[in-house]
């Protein structure tokens, strides 16, 4: 498949992923929905995708919403389809089991919100704002939103954010958890890839395991700590697990074969 509406490139296991339709701002149109779920099949399957950086093109957005111009002709049983669609591909993303990035360098408001929310963890260029603007448009976020905003900011924040419809700049977004670290635009992507490199340089099966077992936390099916409990019980079986310790006896750096 061909991606019409998402830049990649893959350097030193990193695929990075552009939202790239920057004369509407990245929004998320079908098609970019429906490439994003392809490229997260190919994330999950390749062994040379080690992790994700997601972004936007261009420098004034992430991602500014779900394509509000695809919904006059919606009605509410299309509607439901939308959310179940959005919801399932956020879902594989935030259930990926290699660490995804956001680079938030510029707006993201509504799904581009959610977008950066299903995301392990986010990082922003100081000219990002976040917002969950849809009451604007008679709507409520529907890809997640009502939900991770709830358990990344409090449920205090959150109502105030999704009933007001206000943004946020990149240091309130920082201040209250939505973000981790807040850059200057031109350092963004090196940043993200440092961290990420820290986390590349740690062992996969574990990093794998951390996601799981965070990811636990909002799982309706899942008790959290029964689910700690199984996969620190998991790490043990691991040759990871093996070296890890082994080359902390040996006073050496460890060499993760990542099972
Ligand atoms: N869906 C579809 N098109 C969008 C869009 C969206 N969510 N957000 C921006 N665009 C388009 C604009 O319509 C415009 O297209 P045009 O040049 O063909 O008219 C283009 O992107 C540039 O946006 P513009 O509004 O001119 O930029 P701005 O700097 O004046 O304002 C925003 C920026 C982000 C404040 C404004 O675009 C906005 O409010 N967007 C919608 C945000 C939203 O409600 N998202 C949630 C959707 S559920």
Same mark, same amino acid.
Do not use: W
């Given at each position: 498949?061909?991606?019409?509406?998402?830049?990649?490139? @893959?350097?030193?296991?990193?695929?990075?992923?552009?939202?790239? #339709?920057?004369?509407?701002?990245?929004?998320?149109? /079908?098609?970019?929905?429906?490439?994003?779920?392809?490229?997260?099949?190919?994330?999950?399957? *390749?062994?040379?995708?080690?992790?994700?950086?997601?972004?936007?093109?261009?420098?004034?957005?992430?991602?500014? /919403?779900?394509? @509000?111009?695809?919904?006059?002709?919606?009605?509410?049983? #299309?509607? @439901?389809?939308?959310?179940?669609?959005?919801?399932?591909?956020?879902? #594989?993303?935030?259930? &990926?089991?290699?660490?995804?990035?956001?680079?938030?360098?510029?707006?993201?408001? /509504?799904?581009? &919100?959610?977008?950066?929310?299903?995301?392990?963890?986010?990082?922003?260029?100081?000219?990002?704002?976040?917002?969950?603007?849809?009451?604007?448009?008679?709507?409520?976020?529907?890809?997640?939103?009502?939900?991770?905003?709830?358990?990344?900011?409090?449920?205090?924040?959150?109502?105030?954010?999704?009933?007001?419809?206000?943004?946020?700049?990149?240091?309130?977004?920082?201040?209250?958890?939505?973000?981790?670290?807040?850059?200057?635009?031109?350092?963004?992507?090196?940043? &993200?890839?440092?961290? @990420?490199?820290?986390?590349?340089?740690?062992?996969?099966?574990?990093?794998?395991?951390?996601?799981?077992?965070?990811?636990?936390?909002? *799982?309706?099916?899942? *008790?959290?700590?029964?689910?700690?409990?199984?996969?620190?019980?998991? &790490?043990?079986?691991?040759?990871?697990?093996?070296?890890?310790?082994?080359?902390?006896?040996?006073?050496?750096?460890?060499?993760?074969?990542?099972?």
């Amino acid at each position: 498949m061909n991606h019409k509406t998402l830049l990649i490139g @893959i350097s030193e296991g990193i695929l990075t992923v552009t939202v790239n #339709r920057p004369d509407k701002l990245n929004a998320l149109n /079908g098609q970019v929905l429906e490439e994003l779920d392809h490229i997260f099949d190919i994330v999950y399957a *390749d062994p040379a995708i080690r992790a994700v950086l997601l972004t936007g093109a261009g420098e004034k957005a992430f991602v500014a /919403g779900a394509d @509000i111009s695809e919904f006059l002709s919606v009605g509410s049983e #299309r509607g @439901i389809e939308l959310a179940k669609k959005g919801q399932d591909i956020f879902l #594989r993303i935030e259930q &990926c089991p290699k660490p995804v990035v956001a680079a938030v360098n510029g707006f993201a408001l /509504g799904g581009g &919100c959610e977008l950066a929310m299903s995301c392990h963890f986010r990082l922003a260029s100081d000219n990002a704002r976040f917002g969950q603007p849809e009451v604007n448009l008679g709507l409520i976020p529907g890809y997640g939103g009502t939900q991770r905003l709830t358990l990344l900011v409090g449920k205090g924040r959150a109502m105030e954010l999704m009933m007001s419809g206000n943004m946020v700049d990149a240091q309130e977004a920082k201040a209250i958890g939505l973000v981790n670290h807040v850059t200057s635009p031109g350092d963004l992507l090196d940043a &993200c890839r440092r961290i @990420i490199g820290t986390i590349l340089s740690k062992s996969p099966v574990a990093v794998g395991k951390v996601i799981a077992a965070v990811n636990a936390v909002d *799982d309706k099916s899942k *008790d959290g700590y029964a689910e700690e409990i199984r996969l620190f019980g998991e &790490c043990f079986g691991t040759e990871d697990m093996k070296e890890g310790v082994s080359a902390f006896l040996e006073k050496r750096k460890p060499s993760f074969p990542g099972k």
